[in-house]
């Protein structure tokens, strides 16, 4: 199967004429689309949150939803708008948990986020009772994503890394600072395919995104 329902986008003129329609700050650049890892569902459950849920794997609070089987691998990618002016940032992120094609979205409210640092997280618990790591975690984190606090590195994404390999994706969300909404999409089985962090800087039109789009919101 592909890795990824995603498409590059070289925004033409059109497609800025679409941003700015939407009512969204025109960017320069363009879209381009990097797999950032293959990440294994054990419960084939998926939690988001801001940057620190993510570096420390889940605290309290944050929610886990089944989107998968157990076991699933699932492809991690990421819409980067790799624009001159504002740097790298993550437009849309993508973790593909079935092989049909979405035919319709939906928001999921509880696997959304919001974030005062900027960062954004996605994470696939081993262990529903797995404890938090320490703070150590976030900062360094923090510095591998930031080099130096250098905060324009272009880095897009910091995996997260445990004895049993790779369990989470931090990434830089979107504008910054601020909420974040996650839509899951389903095939025409009914079948959860494919769950989508939404970064609000390019409208969902440009995503490339197969299938109906989510209802009743302005994306």
Request: aromatic share 6%.
């Amino acid at each position: 199967m592909e890795t990824t329902n995603l498409r590059p986008s070289e925004l033409t003129q059109a497609d800025r004429a679409t941003v700015l329609a939407w009512g969204g700050a025109v960017p320069d650049g363009r879209v381009v689309l990097e797999h950032a890892t293959d990440l294994t569902l054990p419960l084939g459950m998926l939690g988001f949150g801001n940057g620190y849920d993510a570096s420390v794997g889940g605290i309290g609070g944050v929610q886990l939803h089944k989107v998968a089987p157990a076991g699933t691998s699932a492809p991690v990618t990421l819409a980067v708008l790799d624009s001159p002016t504002s740097g790298r940032r993550v437009a849309f992120l993508e973790v593909r948990v079935g092989t049909g094609v979405p035919v319709r979205w939906e928001e999921d409210a509880e696997l959304g986020f919001v974030t005062d640092g900027g960062d954004g997280g996605v994470w696939a618990p081993a262990r529903l009772d797995e404890e938090a790591a320490d703070d150590a975690a976030a900062f360094d984190s923090i510095e591998a994503m930031y080099p130096d606090g250098d905060s324009a590195s272009g880095n897009v994404c910091v995996l997260r890394s445990t004895s049993a390999g790779v369990d989470g994706v931090q990434f830089p969300a979107g504008i910054g600072d601020g909420g974040y909404p996650t839509f899951v999409g389903y095939d025409a089985a009914g079948h959860e395919v494919s769950v989508v962090s939404h970064g609000l800087m390019i409208p969902w039109a440009l995503s490339g995104l197969p299938g109906t789009p989510p209802p009743g919101a302005d994306l």
